[in-house]
């Protein structure tokens, strides 16, 4: 079972809304927000807590997905694994990049530059060409090349870093170009 965390305010629920919609028709996710526990799709099992911070836990392997505007909780990053775990986070929140910089784990910016690990080539109305500008390797280990991945909007997202930064997340789950599907 993978753990996903999503990191932020419990009111930003862009991540939330596409993790339920989409990750849920290739995964069994299991989601824990607050005081509530749902389990919804079918497939590989996949542990999601939503919260706005975390206090201190141990875990030897996670992805952490931090909302648009959430800020790093310092007690939670020094006690997961730097070898195993990746860090997704808004390149435009400053706060938050230079909070991970004393932190060991391996950090995936998504934004609008191309300087970032995942950016964007076009954003139209009903969709965005998402490009990933760098070799990342997997949670699997498994090394992914340079591409660009158009994703139609089902809805006009309140943020485009959302959508980027779920993009990252399928792509780190290394279930692109693979048996279990496409990312929407």
Do not use: W
């Amino acid at each position: 079972m993978t753990t996903v965390f999503l990191i932020g305010n419990s009111g930003d629920t862009g991540l939330e809304s596409l993790v339920k919609s989409n990750l849920t028709n290739t995964y069994s996710v299991t989601y824990v927000k607050e005081n509530s526990v749902s389990r919804l799709g079918k497939g590989y099992d996949i542990l999601v807590f939503d919260a706005p911070h975390l206090g201190v836990i141990e875990l030897n392997e996670c992805i952490v997905v931090m909302k648009a505007f959430g800020e790093v909780p310092s007690a939670l990053l020094p006690e997961i694994s730097p070898e195993k775990s990746i860090v997704i986070a808004n390149a435009e929140n400053t706060a938050q990049l230079n909070a991970l910089e004393t932190f060991k784990q391996r950090v995936i910016p998504c934004g609008k530059g191309v300087r970032d690990t995942f950016s964007y080539t076009s954003l139209t109305y009903d969709g965005i060409v998402i490009s990933l500008n760098r070799e990342i390797t997997a949670f699997s280990g498994k090394k992914i090349q340079p591409l660009e991945i158009p994703v139609k909007f089902t809805a006009q997202p309140d943020n485009v870093y959302d959508t980027i930064a779920y993009t990252a997340l399928r792509l780190v789950l290394d279930d692109y170009d693979s048996e279990i599907g496409l990312l929407y």
